[in-house]
């Protein structure tokens, strides 16, 4: 199938840009590989004192619900990057392809890419919020008693479930902080990693190839974890909080303070270590998607 991209030369592949939806497809694909890291995280990230490590939690969450508990809310976490990062992949790329458009071509400044990602991961964090929480839900609910779990089927029982017993805002409970962690990683993840790639094609010793997609993407996952750590570990919080638990930010920054300030970087090292993989398969699967099914841009020569 030839019109599919796949036998055209490298130099041809490297013109080509994404469609507005490889970036939410390529997510995904991605989220199914680091579920369970993501899963650990908001483990480690709920306990109010340190109790297990990365290791052990997985150890124990093994020994409880076996290799399927890792895989616990694994329908709400493809379903939040079919919704979160769909958007803020689908307005990131079409805004660039505008301005470039616009500019013959031109490659947009650094700060033109932030604020592109800014509104991107704005807009995104709002519509993935549902999504988002029932996953948190979902992931923290084996560590609950028995009589205290919601018992989600999957992310749509789930929605039901919260749309049912809590209303439509309870489907956006969390939403600020959500939204506001979008788009620090959104700006961590995307404009970094465009930034990255653009520094390293124009250091003339690298191509448009899946060393220069490694190279980039592993950097756009160090900041963008850098950025958002403290800000997850507070969505974490506000999202898997009983309801009237918290009054708001302030009151869920004042309970993780009360530990100290290493309290809001609870979960590091695997954040990044879930983040990192994260950050790195969905770029090699767009950077993929694109060079073979993409398209080319209106003002290619």
């Known amino acids: 199938m030839p019109f599919l991209g796949f036998s055209d030369s490298e130099e041809l592949k490297a013109k080509k840009i994404g469609r507005w939806y490889f970036g939410g497809v390529a997510s ?6 680091t579920h369970p890291l993501d899963l650990l995280k908001v483990h480690l990230q709920t306990q109010q004192q340190k109790e297990f490590g990365l290791v052990q939690m997985g150890v124990k969450v093994f020994r409880a619900d076996g290799i399927t508990g890792l895989y616990n809310g694994i329908t709400a976490s493809v379903m939040r990057q079919l919704t979160y990062s769909m958007t803020r992949f689908a307005i990131y790329e079409t805004g660039k392809k505008k301005i470039a458009e616009s500019s ?10 932030i604020l592109l990602a800014s509104v991107s991961g704005a807009c995104g964090g709002v519509v993935g919020t ?24 999957h992310v749509f029982h789930g929605l039901k479930c919260v749309l049912t ?3 439509v805002k309870g489907l956006f409970s969390g939403v ?10 959104t700006v961590g993840q995307i404009a970094f990693y465009d930034q990255f790639k653009q520094m390293l094609l124009a250091s003339g ?17 160090g900041v963008a974890t850098a950025l958002t750590q403290p800000v997850d ?13 918290y009054s708001g930010i302030l009151a869920c920054a004042m309970d993780i303070g009360k530990v100290g300030p290493m309290g809001f970087f609870k979960g ?12 790195i398969l969905t770029f090699i699967f767009f950077e993929q998607l694109r060079k073979n099914l993409g398209q080319m841009p209106a003002y290619s020569t």
């Open 130 to 153: 549902p999504a988002d929480m029932v996953n948190v839900r979902m992931q923290n609910d084996m560590k609950l008693a028995p009589e205290l779990r919601r018992n989600y089927k």
């Open 28 to 33: 995904a694909m991605a989220a199914c590989c």
């Open 268 to 279: 590091f090292i695997p954040a990044f270590v879930r983040l990192g993989p994260h950050t």
């Open 104 to 113: 013959g071509g031109a490659t947009m400044p650094f700060y033109q890419k």
């Open 233 to 245: 570990v507070m969505k974490t919080r506000l999202m898997n909080a009983a309801p009237g638990q």
């Open 205 to 221: 010793y690298m191509k448009d190839n899946i060393a220069t997609h490694f190279t980039a993407s592993f950097m756009a996952g």
């Open 165 to 167: 017993e809590e209303g």
């Open 176 to 185: 600020t902080m959500a939204s506001s962690r979008a788009v620090l990683v």
